[in-house]
């Protein structure tokens, strides 16, 4: 028996859906697909066997503890030097920023309310959430650019 995940073949799936098929059926839905759709399955099966493989490398298989983190280290692939250096960068500037903007931009694009909401919960007119979101932006966009 063969699991296959439909969320690796179809995209409009938000959650994991697992299904559990026969060998032989799994070759042939697999045969059936067409090239893209084989290969993200592919890829997908690629990225859980060496997700295994880690796992399995670095003892991360017989501890729940995640303190030390060998877990952590073994399940998500290290933030490339750049990486790591773009969002110290963005911390920096967001912390650059008034409270109030900071706040607004924080609930509108990290907690995904919109600025009606926003709104309505600071009391205000939506322009002023909206202008101020704008005016924080601006001021990100020419502290990066430095």
Not at 33 to 59: D, G, L, P, Q, V
Request: glycine share 4%.
């Amino acid at each position: 028996m063969k699991e296959i995940n439909l969320r690796d073949l179809f995209p409009e799936y938000e959650l994991d859906c697992t299904v559990e098929v026969p060998d032989e059926d799994a070759e042939a839905f697999v045969a059936s697909m067409t090239k893209e759709a084989a290969a993200i399955y592919f890829e997908a099966e690629r990225e859980e066997s060496s997700s295994r493989r880690r796992k399995y490398r670095n003892k991360a298989h017989y501890s729940l503890d995640a303190d030390d983190g060998i877990e952590h280290d073994a399940l998500h692939k290290p933030l490339p030097p750049h990486e790591i250096s773009e969002r110290g960068e963005l911390l920096e500037a967001l912390c650059g920023l008034p409270e109030k903007q900071r706040d607004r931009i924080y609930k509108h694009y990290f907690l995904g309310m919109s600025k009606v909401e926003i709104a309505r919960h600071e009391g205000i007119h939506k322009v002023s959430v909206a202008d101020s979101i704008n005016c924080g932006i601006r001021s990100l966009e020419k502290f990066l650019r430095k």
